[in-house]
């Protein structure tokens, strides 16, 4: 072999001997803390997310090493599904002005809120997720799911969120115009709770983007990676990776990489989580 690459005997037995450079043995050491860092975020990061998580303990690495260092050891993050448009744009009653205007910003925790409904089959039958999200720090402040689709199902939400959050103005709530969003009784609920309705057009997915994004990920880094048996077991696992994982992990591209639960502790950069 060392003939036919003329390579010396020596110069071989030489590589074959030689101990780990110092460059190679911090690779060994940074992989370590990304596999673990991998395994804590139950798989879903890729090498953003990693990368900032990375920032936050203290590790000095570029977004390339960490790249390859993933690459190497086959770690990946979560891809969704592809996309397919399943609506179409149309006119509808309006009911409710649009307050938002595909500005998903607020300056102020529980100044806007923004929801929607997703489903999800199981053996049992479809069941249906509501939810509620700050668009101040992207935290799902309320939710709810059931095995049916009644107005219940999206004012339990909000019960959720105006329990926990209790909000002192009155707060604007941003959906599509959804049945349950337009029916008279979800009207007056609102008008009963201090909430400003807010509604988007029909059929177009960017008017609600924070809630279809969000839906997004759950689908991906939950739903997806698993069957679902019953509408309990479901709702035990909907708590823990909303409650245990997305409010307090997982890292947003659009906080700069923070969780909503730092973002909601005043933090703005994520070189202060290092600090």
């Known amino acids: 072999m060392c003939r036919e690459l003329g390579v010396s005997r020596s110069g071989y037995y030489a590589w074959r001997g030689r101990s780990p450079s110092a460059r190679e043995r ?28 990375l920032v936050t303990l203290g590790h000095q690495a570029s977004p390339k090493r960490v790249w390859r260092l993933m690459r ?6 979560r891809h969704p599904k592809p996309w397919k448009r399943t ?28 929801g929607d409904i997703t489903y999800v089959r199981t053996w049992d039958g479809w069941a249906y997720l509501a939810t509620v999200i700050d668009l101040h720090s992207r935290a799902v402040v309320g939710w709810a799911l059931a095995g049916h689709l009644r107005t219940e199902l999206v004012t339990a939400a909000l ?18 115009r959804g049945t349950q969003y337009t029916a008279a009784i979800f009207a007056e609920y609102c008008v009963n709770n201090g909430i ?18 969000f839906f997004a990920t759950y689908k991906k880094e939950l739903i997806h990676t698993r069957p679902w048996p019953t509408i309990t077991h479901l ?8 409650e245990n994982y997305y409010n307090t992990q997982r890292r947003h591209s659009t906080l700069g990489y ?18």
């Open 87 to 114: 609506t179409t744009p149309g006119q509808a009653p309006v009911s409710a002005p649009d307050l938002i205007g595909q500005d998903f910003t607020a300056t102020a925790p529980d100044r806007r809120w923004c």
């Open 196 to 213: 400003r309705r807010s509604l988007g057009r029909t059929g177009t997915c960017f008017d609600n983007a924070v809630s279809e994004s």
């Open 72 to 77: 190497d050891a086959g770690l990946q993050g």
């Open 26 to 53: 911090a690779d060994t050491g940074l992989l370590a803390v990304i596999k673990q860092v991998h395994e804590r975020l139950r798989g879903n990061p890729g090498v953003r997310r990693v990368h900032a998580e």
């Open 258 to 275: 923070l969780t909503p639960q730092e973002y909601q502790l005043g933090f703005r950069e994520i070189s202060q989580i290092a600090a």
């Open 159 to 176: 019960d959720m969120a105006l329990a926990r959050r209790r909000p002192g103005n009155e707060v604007i709530f941003h959906s599509d």
């Open 235 to 242: 709702n035990k696992e909907t708590f823990d990776w909303i």
